[in-house]
């Protein structure tokens, strides 16, 4: 599986931003598509997934309510839909694939990363 995720850049906190990631390869190697970030006070954080089968999806609570994942079957593109950001939103995001149907927002449910882009708000 190949996963590149783009839209990365500079905001202002309050203000948006979409992320894409375009993924190829077999179907059951991304039955889930999550977005992660890595930011400098913390770890790498699970932030969305969605199901590849029907669409369902999960948030960090950290995020719920401002953030949106969604997918393009036929552009086999993932979505990340960032409003109302806040500066402790900086991070790098990247965007993976998991085999298994049940991976949520754990990084080690997770095979197949892309390279991450990063997202800067400023206060």
């Known amino acids: 599986v190949q996963l590149q995720a783009s839209g990365g850049g500079l905001v202002q906190a309050g203000g948006s931003l979409r992320l894409s990631c375009a993924f190829s390869?077999?179907?059951?190697?991304?039955?889930?598509l999550g977005w992660f970030r890595q930011g400098s006070e913390f770890g790498r954080e699970g932030v969305a997934c969605?199901?590849?089968?029907?669409?369902?999806?999960y948030y960090a609570d950290s995020v719920k309510g401002r953030f949106t994942v969604s997918r393009d079957n036929t552009e086999n593109t993932v979505y990340l839909q960032m409003d109302s950001l806040k500066p402790e939103d900086t991070a790098l995001y990247y965007c993976?694939?998991?085999?298994?149907?049940?991976?949520?927002?754990?990084?080690?449910?997770?095979?197949?990363w892309g390279l991450g882009t990063l997202v800067t708000v400023s206060s």
């Open positions: 993976a694939s998991a085999r298994w149907r049940g991976a949520r927002l754990k990084w080690d449910e997770y095979e197949s």
């Open positions: 390869g077999r179907t059951s190697d991304y039955r889930v």
């Open positions: 969605i199901s590849n089968l029907d669409g369902t999806t």
